[in-house]
Every structure is written in structure tokens, then in C-alpha cells.
């Protein structure tokens, strides 16, 4: 089971940015996909962004794209989610995931095997 552990999280104003972290298990960052999650009250979790494990590749939501930049550190087993130009929008609980060898589709929460424990961002106007 891969272990995934979030920070970063916070309170801060709009226009404003924040860089979160998920920390994961040995050599997951290097073999598995990793994606982050987003989830507001009430609602359903959305998919945010996912990078390949093999050639990095990434790929946005539209409401995050141009703003929210996934990247990963293989010798740190760290994959960190720069967030740029929030508001009150991005007011959420986000979560790291993984997924490994799939045919699930990257946007489905239900692809992903392994989850964080998730961290509140929260955008004051």
C-alpha cells in the first residue's frame, strides 16, 4: 500500500499562492501516476492534475490551467502542486493520489488506488 502524506495547506488571500506537497512512499513518485484531487463541502471530489510517472507528462482541469503547475522530484519521492491567482473558488480540501498500471481514465477519483489524508486551502477575498 502507498503511503501518501499532504502539507502545505493554509489560509491565504486572493491573488495569492501557495505550493502543497504530498510526500510518498519509497519510490512511488518514480512508478506510479500521481494526480491531485480537490473537494469542497458538499461536493463531489473534481480531478485538478496528473503527471505521468514515465515521461512527466501533465495534464490540467480546465478551471485551474494557466494557474496550477503539477510537477514531482523523483529523489525526494515528493510531488508538489504550485498554485497561482487563487480565489475564493479554490477553497477546498486538496488530496494527492496515486495510480498504478490502470485503464481507468486520470480524471476519475475512482482510478486512483492510494490516497492522503488531504490539506484545507482556503482563499480569503
Known amino acids: 500500500q502507498v503511503q501518501l502524506v499532504e502539507s502545505g495547506g493554509g489560509l491565504v488571500q486572493a491573488g495569492g499562492s501557495l505550493r502543497l506537497s504530498c510526500a510518498a512512499s519509497?519510490?512511488?513518485?518514480?512508478?506510479?501516476?500521481m494526480g491531485w484531487f480537490r473537494q469542497a463541502p458538499g461536493q463531489e471530489r473534481k480531478f485538478v492534475a496528473r503527471?505521468?510517472?514515465?515521461?512527466?507528462?501533465?495534464v490540467y482541469a480546465d478551471s485551474v490551467t494557466g494557474r496550477f503547475t503539477i510537477s514531482r522530484d523523483n529523489a525526494r519521492n515528493t510531488v508538489y502542486l504550485k498554485m497561482n491567482s487563487l480565489n475564493s473558488a479554490d477553497t477546498c480540501i486538496y488530496y494527492c493520489?496515486?495510480?498504478?498500471?490502470?485503464?481507468?481514465?486520470?480524471?476519475?477519483?475512482?482510478?486512483?488506488?492510494?490516497w492522503g489524508q488531504g490539506t484545507q486551502v482556503t482563499v480569503s477575498s
Open positions: 519509497a519510490s512511488t513518485v518514480s512508478r506510479y501516476a
Open positions: 493520489a496515486a495510480y498504478y498500471k490502470t485503464s481507468g481514465s486520470y480524471y476519475q477519483a475512482t482510478t486512483y488506488s492510494s
Open positions: 503527471i505521468s510517472h514515465s515521461s512527466g507528462a501533465t
